[in-house]
């Protein structure tokens, strides 16, 4: 099986220090997904994100048919980065 790397670099017209708040916040997922894919969470969810993380949730990227969505936060190193690795899904 092949595995692959996404690595994406944006820059914000803001500190690390307040961009880091926003997307360790996963209650921001939606506002930061095109609401074309009609983003809902179907889990709990923290204030902030942590190694070992299990985010659910649903999306509707084909045709409008609804696809669940499991990811995991496996790194964490704050107020840098982080990996959320998809452990079920349509990639």
């Not at 803001?14 to 894919?37: H, K, Q, S, V, Y």
Request: aromatic share 16%; net charge negative.
């Amino acid at each position: 099986m092949k595995r692959y790397t996404l690595n994406f670099t944006q820059t914000l017209p803001l500190g690390i220090d307040e961009a880091w708040r926003f997307f360790c916040d996963p209650r921001n997922l939606p506002i930061i997904t095109p609401a074309w894919l009609d983003f809902q969470m179907t889990g709990e969810l923290p204030k902030q994100m942590y190694a070992g993380l299990v985010l659910s949730y649903r999306i509707r990227p084909f045709l409008g048919f609804p696809v669940n969505w499991i990811s995991e936060i496996t790194h964490v190193r704050e107020p840098e980065m982080f990996v959320d690795e998809q452990r079920f899904g349509p990639y």
